[in-house]
């Protein structure tokens, strides 16, 4: 019987030590995270007023970043690297106490913000402004631009 009691209190112990809220009892960690699996860098990221990247600290390809946030809603802004403005076509929701994340692929739909009607694919609206990279394989090295591989 005391192993039972002792098996009890030990998971009661566990749940309540996995439970976190501020003094007010309320819960905490409310976060997005924004991954950037696209072709191309990103700047000006912004959600419900968190900037998340800008011109001087872009988010790379292949690379996230995660801030806390206040619950909300609101559409995704980002441009690419020159001037096009877009934004994500769904708002997206963060609710008191989630952590979140979004991810930024090639075949996501977008609209480019100052033309509404504009709904497209990023890869294909953001190639307009910064084309995708052209490789030519060579045997035993492929060549992009000016960089080449062995």
């Given at each position: 019987m005391?192993k ?18 501020d ?19 990103l700047?000006?990221?912004t959600?419900s ?26 559409y995704?802004?980002?441009k690419g ?6 934004r994500?076509?769904?708002l ?7 952590q ?6 090639d ?9 509404p ?22 045997g ?11």
């Open positions: 005391k039972i009691f002792a098996i009890g209190a030990l998971i009661m112990a566990l749940v309540l030590a996995g439970c976190t809220t003094d007010d009892g309320s819960d905490t960690g409310t976060s997005l995270k924004i991954q950037n699996e696209t072709f191309i860098d700047i000006d990221i959600w007023g968190a900037s998340f990247a800008s011109a001087d600290k872009p988010l790379e390809r292949g690379k996230s970043k995660t801030m806390s946030v206040e619950e909300g809603q609101g995704i802004y980002f690297k020159n001037t096009l403005v877009g994500t076509q769904e997206f929701t963060v609710s008191k106490g989630e979140k994340t979004f991810v930024f692929l075949n996501l739909l977008i609209v480019e913000k100052d033309n009607v504009s709904v497209g694919l990023l890869k294909d609206i953001l190639s307009k402004e910064s084309p995708l990279p052209q490789l030519t394989w060579f035993s090295w492929i060549r992009n631009n000016d960089t080449s591989y062995t």
